[in-house]
């Protein structure tokens, strides 16, 4: 009878073990079950933000390349051929649009690719238009035989002459404003408007030089 008693004892206690080693089964199964629910939570969670991420990515490009290929572009002055109205380093945005629909006009600040060196950017003013004849003689720029005022934005200097010059067609006389060390259409002749990048629009760098600009008038 004993040994009996012991048996079902011992099979009760082995029931028990396998119970306890089935419920530590589910419990393992639950918990990798859970971590695995979590990783695709936070999976999806991250997709989507990558998503959001590239999507705006990809509007901002969409609208800034457009703009900074077709419509304005930044550049550095360098050198100081346009002292005292533009130095060094200063920062500038260009308007390449205006010029699609307008012809440039005498005294626009415009920036164009050297036509020596097309891979070389120049800022210089706008000084003589198409069809105009422009001279400078002892620093006094003529244009048709007429003085032209630039009071406004130099001083006159006794700078090198530049020979009688009949423009033609979309060719521009283009000057530095600091004309003792510009290189210019003194140098390199009428200047063809297919090299004209566009116009300078607003100076950004320095803070407190910060301007947009108007044309002189003369």
Do not use: C
């Amino acid at each position: 009878m004993n040994q009996k008693i012991k048996s079902k004892e011992k099979k009760a206690e082995e029931l028990d073990s396998i119970k306890e080693v089935e419920s530590q089964d589910l419990n393992i199964n639950r918990f990798a079950h859970e971590q695995e629910n979590t990783l695709l939570v936070w999976a999806k969670k991250f997709g989507l933000l990558v998503f959001e991420v590239v999507k705006v990515v990809l509007i901002s490009l969409a609208i800034i390349l457009p703009v900074r290929m077709f419509l304005i572009q930044p550049f550095y002055v360098e050198g100081a051929s346009m002292e005292p109205n533009f130095y060094n380093k200063e920062y500038l945005i260009i308007d390449e649009i205006s010029y699609r629909f307008n012809e440039p006009q005498r005294g626009d600040v415009v920036v164009f690719r050297n036509p020596d060196r097309t891979n070389q950017y120049y800022i210089k003013r706008v000084i003589g238009l198409p069809g105009e004849s422009v001279e400078i003689v002892s620093g006094i720029v003529s244009i048709d035989g007429n003085e032209l005022a630039e009071d406004e934005y130099i001083e006159n200097l006794s700078i090198k002459n530049l020979s009688s010059v009949n423009l033609e067609a979309d060719e521009y006389v283009v000057l530095g404003d600091n004309r003792m060390v510009s290189r210019d259409s003194r140098s390199f002749g009428p200047l063809d408007k297919k090299y004209i990048i566009g116009k300078v629009w607003f100076r950004g760098w320095p803070i407190d030089r910060a301007s947009t600009f108007n044309r002189p008038t003369y």
